[in-house]
């Protein structure tokens, strides 16, 4: 298995090659366009996020278009990091992401391949460097100390504080609150006790 500063570097690279400085979820249209990867929409069953399929010459990611918009977002990262990782397509031409495999949070015991596109996707979609900026600036606001961990419990003002960052956060990464919560937790910049 890759390491995970292995998938972050290559992920930033990405960043770096297309000079992505805000919103990465908003540029996957422009990377894909670039690497000759067409993006399609695709009713999916209920328990198939998308694939990475590559058809005689042509790439493909498909993402299943009942989805919300941030778990859209999550999953053509994680397309695209198959891509970018260079995975070894299953039957020489497809890898199908089912949705027990397309985690934002991590923590099931899944394929290699999955772990590490997931990896890359909220690498890509939350980027460190760019995370602790928008997140410290919104602690500013709220007068929290962005260097230590935000507690939130069962109290309302630590509640309050996660919900105005969480709200604020997601909308800027286009992310759910889930994959926000285990970047997030995962950087050390969030302890959770509910």
């Not at 930033?12 to 979820?25: C, D, F, K, T």
């Not at 600036?137 to 109290?155: E, F, G, K, M």
Request: aromatic share 12%; net charge neutral.
């Amino acid at each position: 298995m890759m390491q995970r500063n292995d998938i972050e570097k290559c992920a930033n690279e990405v960043l770096r090659q297309y000079n992505i400085v805000g919103a990465p979820y908003s540029h996957i249209k422009e990377i894909c366009e670039n690497e000759d990867i067409v993006v399609k929409r695709t009713a999916f069953g209920p328990n198939m996020d998308g694939a990475f399929s590559v058809i005689g010459n042509q790439k493909h990611i498909f993402y299943n278009s009942t989805m919300i918009p941030s778990r859209q977002n999550f999953t053509k990262a994680h397309e695209l990091g198959h891509y970018f990782l260079k995975h070894p397509l299953e039957n020489g031409n497809a890898i199908y992401c089912y949705n027990q495999n397309v985690s934002e949070d991590n923590k099931q015991n899944l394929p290699r391949i999955e772990t590490e596109a997931n990896y890359f996707a909220s690498y890509f979609l939350m980027p460190k460097r760019l995370l602790l900026s928008e997140y410290s600036s919104i602690a500013d606001v709220l007068n929290i100390n962005p260097y230590c961990p935000l507690y939130v419990d069962s109290q309302s003002c630590n509640y309050r504080d996660w919900t105005i960052v969480s709200n604020s956060l997601t909308a800027i990464f286009g992310v759910s609150k889930e994959a926000l919560r285990y970047r997030m937790e995962t950087l050390g910049l969030l302890k959770f006790n509910l």
